[in-house]
């Protein structure tokens, strides 16, 4: 992954964590210390593995982890959807639940994916499979 690669992951994530984090202050008071900030905790930790992938040399070990965290905060992300609680503004259920979930999911969702594609992309240029030649 070059300079330009790095710098378009870094801005993806800034973009996501914006759009988390208004999405999360929303959530109901009693997740506010529970769910909201361990989705939190996996999205700034899955940051953390990206800046320290730029860094090292050897990167096997760090992009390794950063798949893993990555995947983590999907799947909180699927939990606090099934729960409702993108279902929420303020604090207190939204005038269209359904709707209003649904709608923060999938943009959530579809940035989550896409720094996912990032990532790996990233993991194949880092260690290309050793093929043979028939």
Same mark, same amino acid.
Request: hydrophobic share 35%; glycine share 8%.
């Given at each position: 992954?070059?300079?330009?690669?790095?710098?378009?992951?870094?801005?993806?994530?800034?973009?996501?964590?914006?759009?988390?984090?208004?999405?999360?202050?929303?959530?109901?008071?009693?997740?506010?210390?529970? *769910?909201?900030?361990? @989705? !939190?905790? %996996?999205?700034?930790?899955? /940051?953390?593995?990206?800046?320290?992938? +730029?860094?090292?040399? $050897?990167?096997?070990?760090?992009?390794?982890?950063?798949?893993?965290?990555?995947?983590? *905060?999907?799947?909180? @992300? !699927?939990? %606090?959807?099934?729960?409702? /609680?993108?279902?929420?503004?303020?604090? +207190?259920?939204?005038? $269209?639940?359904?709707?209003?979930?649904?709608?923060?999911?999938?943009?959530?969702?579809?940035?989550?994916?896409?720094?996912?594609?990032?990532?790996?992309?990233?993991?194949?240029?880092?260690?290309?499979?050793?093929?043979?030649?028939?």
């Amino acid at each position: 992954m070059g300079m330009h690669d790095e710098a378009k992951l870094d801005r993806k994530f800034t973009e996501f964590a914006r759009q988390m984090n208004l999405y999360l202050n929303h959530f109901p008071k009693h997740e506010k210390y529970g *769910l909201a900030l361990e @989705i !939190r905790r %996996a999205a700034y930790e899955t /940051y953390g593995f990206i800046v320290e992938a +730029q860094k090292r040399y $050897h990167k096997k070990t760090t992009l390794t982890n950063l798949d893993i965290r990555h995947e983590q *905060l999907r799947m909180l @992300i !699927r939990l %606090a959807h099934s729960l409702g /609680y993108f279902g929420y503004r303020i604090g +207190q259920q939204a005038d $269209h639940p359904e709707e209003t979930g649904e709608h923060r999911y999938l943009a959530l969702s579809r940035m989550v994916d896409e720094l996912g594609r990032m990532i790996g992309g990233w993991i194949a240029v880092s260690h290309p499979t050793n093929r043979e030649s028939s």
